[in-house]
């Protein structure tokens, strides 16, 4: 429920498994649920909890770019940060930890150092795989051209996919010369990296019903009577009943204690609280309420996720197609400006990382009917999303060992690195997957990514569906493989490895959840029945 405990790394015997011969893996694009926060808001103070927690020391290190007037450039000011809040005769007074701690005191919902540690953690574990295992991605960095980066504008979500990048690629890894990654974001009006209920006021409808349902469903029953057994005592006046719909929501109830289980003794609610069998209950309710929609409604599938997923498929298909939709086309313009990007050939993207939210990744397995009965997602909890592109000639070295092109280093049987002949890495992209400078013209700013991943399957043309041909999509979830069931089709998957899915059929079933307007969506039929006539299964 709260912290990852992350599986060892792939043996070579899985790896082989995993990674067949006869696929080369093309695109990556990494999900990933932001690192061990503060609860979102203050709750259980009668229960000797403290308001505000001394896990954050980037407080202490704040550096912010700032204008020197006198000589026109830009500077670095270092400064810490100390938290004011009310008194009880509402004067300004500081905000301390339970020790008095002034320093290092987070906000709500604050990614702690904690967190920052298991993002870090996570981006190392997929350095082991892609470039120590795999050989995917360079073991040195010159620069970030062939990476998508991307996160939420909820500070936690962009510190998180910091500390990955670091992980991933730690400063002895990035060359002298590398220059500053260039992070996408978005306006939160227009932020689709996770359900934007408080944007969208159709998918806001959809929640609200959704959640009243499993309120009307819960709140009677043995289970809700075990919940109060256990917490009613704690409930703030005026709300003396635990309730899915309470104050606070049982919701907020398991996030208070989540946040908890991730920290440190000084910030420990009473034992009773984390009661197995009240654990589960509340984790069971939790993941019905907010994430039933999508198993059960395309329209909430379609405003809660669709627009994310049609931009994970658009870039796949970009990728198939050679052109800049792989999501070169967000990242172009900044990289031109850098002084090493020069006259040289463009790099496709290669891997992508983006930090969002346990909202994100459930929503995007229940939406593919690929959740399960798994619990809600852990903290720094990740999907990987790869693409592969069949290959006669792919073949392995060694036991279980991808082919790997010149300049990778691998791990020998003593544990070492075994180098090859050249360092030439970055030469290797074009000549393998057949880029030419003539397939990934820049584009204008502003103008529409090119290709066919917008565009509906049905609509597609033989010639380009013909593109999709040979390309293969499988999920992994925290280094476990999810299998979607519209895949298990016949002729919808690689032949013996249902977790393999054809591009094409990958494409078709996010396609039909994908909106074609989603702010105009967005806006329609709010007051209509949030329940779907009939049944629409996810993942077909």
């Known amino acids: 429920m709260t912290t990852l405990v992350p599986r060892p790394p792939y043996s070579k015997d899985e790896l082989q498994s995993l990674y067949p011969a006869q696929l080369e893996l093309q695109l990556v694009q990494v999900l990933m649920r932001h690192g061990e926060r503060t609860p979102v808001n203050a709750r259980f103070k009668n229960a000797g909890l403290a308001t505000f927690w001394p896990y954050c020391t980037a407080v202490r ?5 700032v204008l020197d007037r006198a000589t026109g450039q830009f500077t670095v000011l270092e400064w810490k940060r100390r938290l004011e809040t009310f ?3 509402n004067e300004p007074r500081l905000a301390v930890g339970p020790k008095g701690e002034l320093d290092g005191i987070c906000e709500m919902g604050m990614l702690t150092d904690r967190g920052r540690e298991t993002a870090y953690d996570l981006g190392a574990r997929l350095r082991t795989l892609y470039v120590d295992q795999l050989g995917f991605l360079p073991p040195v960095l010159r620069d970030a051209e062939s990476l998508y980066l991307r996160a939420t504008p909820i500070p936690r979500a962009l510190e998180s996919l910091q500390q990955a990048f670091i992980g991933l690629y730690p400063p002895h890894t990035r060359s002298p010369s590398f220059p500053p990654p260039t992070i996408l974001q978005r306006h939160i009006n227009e932020e689709t990296l996770f359900p ?5 006021r159709r998918f806001a409808a959809l929640s609200r019903a959704f959640a009243q349902r499993t309120a009307d469903r819960w709140n009677q029953t043995s289970e809700m009577d075990y919940l109060n057994k256990v917490y009613g005592k704690w409930m703030p006046p005026g709300s003396s009943r635990v309730a899915v719909d309470g104050q606070p929501r049982l919701s907020g109830i398991m996030d208070t204690i989540n946040a908890t289980l991730a920290h440190g003794p000084d910030t ?3 034992k009773e609280f984390y009661d197995p069998k009240a654990l589960t209950i509340i984790d069971k309710i939790a993941v019905e309420e907010w994430f039933a929609g999508y198993r059960e409604s395309q329209e909430y599938r379609m405003l809660g996720i669709g627009g994310l997923l049609g931009d994970v498929v658009g870039r796949m298909v970009g990728s198939a197609e050679h052109s800049n939709a792989d999501g070169k086309y ?4 900044a990289q031109a400006s850098t002084p090493s990007h020069g006259n040289k050939e463009a790099s496709p993207i290669r891997f992508g990382l983006s930090g969002c939210h346990d909202t994100t990744l459930a ?7 690929a959740f399960g009965d798994r619990n809600w997602p852990p903290f720094t909890s990740h999907i990987a999303i790869e693409m592969f592109r069949k290959s006669d000639t792919a073949s392995k070295l060694g036991e279980g060992w991808i082919n790997l092109p010149l300049g990778i280093t691998v791990p020998t049987e003593e544990g070492g690195l075994a180098a090859t002949k050249s360092s030439s890495w970055p030469g290797w992209f074009p000549s393998l997957f057949f880029w030419t400078s003539s397939s990934r013209e820049s584009i204008p700013p502003g103008a529409p990514p090119p290709g066919i991943g917008r565009k509906q399957t049905e609509q597609l043309a033989p010639s380009e569906k ?3 041909q040979n390309y293969y999509v499988r999920l992994r979830y925290n280094d476990e493989v999810v299998t979607i069931p519209g895949c298990r089709a016949p002729g919808n998957h ?3 490895d249902e977790s393999f899915c054809t591009l094409e059929a990958f494409k078709a079933i996010v396609d039909k959840f994908v909106p074609r307007n989603w702010k105009k969506q967005c806006s329609a039929r709010v007051g209509a029945p949030a329940f779907p006539a009939d049944p629409e299964p996810a993942g077909y």
């Not at 967000?330 to 313009?333: K, L, N, R």
């Not at 929503?363 to 009917?369: A, I, M």
Request: aromatic share 6%; glycine share 12%.
């Open 87 to 89: 008194g009880a005769d």
């Open 268 to 270: 420990r609610l009473p």
């Open 196 to 200: 934007n209920e408080s944007n969208c």
């Open 363 to 369: 929503g995007v397995l229940f939406s593919l009917g």
């Open 466 to 468: 013909a593109k999709l």
């Open 61 to 65: 290190r704040f550096q912010s770019a």
């Open 494 to 496: 690689l032949e013996g």
């Open 330 to 333: 967000e990242t172009q313009a």
